[in-house]
């Protein structure tokens, strides 16, 4: 396995010092040590470079301090960085935040198994005074969540070739810049991969927050999503937002005036058991199947007092899928607030949905030798080796009279003989470190 060398970048500004020992620390600390580290400074004072030295007396070499002359922001200090760095991957992290012991022998690992150049990204918990807690296991690469939240965060390793190819970072951007920059890898089709481990620990506080901070927050969440709606725009897809109340997410809502009912270029499906509670779920669906990657778009399902049924579905290891988020109940807040927000899922329900009409005719159609749930989860596996999405969208809501699905072994067979490679790795839109089965998306322990 080869060994990567890595450039680890911070920039600082307005830091506490404190925070900062403790992230050198954690630094300092890795296992893995074929790394740089590069300190792009607009402190006003020089403790800075005082402590960097204190800290790294026998590897100074490989410790760069620059003092930044000019505040232009992060993205500007982020690409200064990348100039001056060697690596072969740039890791940009926050000044005051905490790598794990293992954090840079896990990328090494995920990077020698990867096929070409990419962009990583970590799952990560958060530092609260002194404890660990509030841990986001998040997905693989999910491209319509993407446009709904930076879930990725703000820790990134970036491939040196990628950054070439990409350009730098967007200065304009006061806050966005890392999201502006998993964007445009996103429309640009870069490799975007996942390690799913907590290998980054993010400092904040639980405290109220101030009105000052508010504005800020809420200036955070305007410009994440205009850069959004930009990148929409770009393949022709027309949205509009809104900013989301917790200010930790914002709502698109996708033009729905190009919607024509019969029209050749969609195929709407819905069950005589089911019934609709929302109205214009064809426009709404349509909506989203505009975008030029969607093939298929699915529907929120309820049930009995007032839980959900399923908001699209996980797979195992072993081909058995299961309804995502099944009993748990629709006014809490479910796990990151998932079943509340569109995103990529490994298959919809096929009680009703909407699929691109040229998808279904390229892929001709379900397999007929497949029952119940079975055709749908191919025909969405096949589309998305297509290089096709398959979107839910909680917006259309629906419930079924009769929730009973029969599968038969015969179609488990084949579904396993057509995709067992895939399958066995298991749903990329589900974090290994999360139950699956019926009870899914619950972080282990906190079952009432």
């Known amino acids: 396995m080869a ?18 020992k403790d992230c050198l620390e954690s630094i300092d600390e890795q296992e893995y040590r074929n790394f740089e580290l ?10 800075i470079e005082v402590t960097i030295k204190e800290f790294f007396p026998d590897i100074v070499d490989k410790v760069h301090y620059r003092r930044l002359k000019k505040k232009s922001g992060g993205a500007y200090a982020y690409n200064i960085g990348a100039h001056f760095a060697e690596g072969d991957y740039l890791v940009y992290l926050g000044q005051h935040d ?6 840079l022998a896990f990328l090494n690992e995920k990077i020698s198994q990867l096929d070409n150049d990419s962009i990583v990204y970590t799952d990560n918990d958060e530092i609260v005074g002194q404890d660990r807690m509030n841990p986001h296991f998040k997905c693989d690469f999910n491209k319509e969540l993407l446009l709904q939240t930076n ?18 970072f967007n200065e304009k951007a006061q806050t966005a810049y890392i999201y502006e920059y998993f964007l445009r890898a996103a429309f640009k089709k870069e490799p975007i991969e996942h390690i799913p481990s907590l290998l980054y ?6 405290k109220l927050l101030t009105k000052e901070q508010r504005a800020e927050a809420n200036f955070y969440c305007k410009e994440h999503m205009a850069l959004a709606i930009s990148y929409l725009r770009q393949t022709g897809v027309v949205a509009e937002g809104r900013i989301d109340a917790s200010l930790k997410k914002w709502h698109l809502d996708y033009d729905e005036t190009s919607f024509r009912r019969f029209s050749k270029d969609y195929m709407f499906f819905k069950e005589e058991d089911v019934k609709l509670y929302t109205r214009n779920n064809a426009k709404k669906m349509y909506a989203y199947l505009n975008q030029p990657d969607v093939a298929v778009v699915g529907a929120r399902f309820i049930d009995r007092g007032f839980t959900y049924d399923n908001v699209g579905y996980v797979f195992d290891t072993d081909g058995a899928w299961y ?4 009993g748990q109940r629709i006014f809490r807040d479910s796990y990151e607030n998932l079943a509340s927000m569109p995103r990529d899922v490994s298959m919809v329900d096929a009680g009703c949905c909407m699929i691109d009409s040229k998808v279904y005719r390229m892929l001709h159609g379900f397999d007929t030798r497949l029952s119940g749930q ?25 419930r079924k009279k009769n929730r009973m699905t029969i599968t038969s072994t015969d179609s488990h067979e084949i579904l396993m003989e057509k995709h067992g490679e895939i399958i066995k790795n ?21 079952q009432e």
Do not use: Q
């Open 323 to 326: 309804p995502a988020f099944h």
């Open 98 to 103: 905490r790598l794990s012991l293992k954090t």
């Open 151 to 168: 879930y990725i965060g703000e820790f990134v390793a970036i491939a040196r070739n990628v950054y070439r190819r990409l350009g730098e």
């Open 3 to 20: 060994d990567t060398y890595f450039s680890l970048v911070i920039w600082t500004m307005d830091t506490d010092m404190d925070y900062f």
């Open 38 to 47: 590069y300190i792009l400074d607009n402190n006003p004072s020089n403790a």
């Open 426 to 446: 298991g749903d990329t839109f589900y974090n290994r470190n999360l139950p699956v089965g019926m009870e899914n998306y619950i972080l282990p322990g906190t």
């Open 201 to 206: 620990h993010k400092r904040t506080s639980e």
């Open 374 to 398: 079975d055709a749908m989860f191919d025909f969405c596996l096949r589309a998305k080796a297509r290089g096709y999405r398959t979107i839910v969208i909680p917006k259309v809501i629906a």
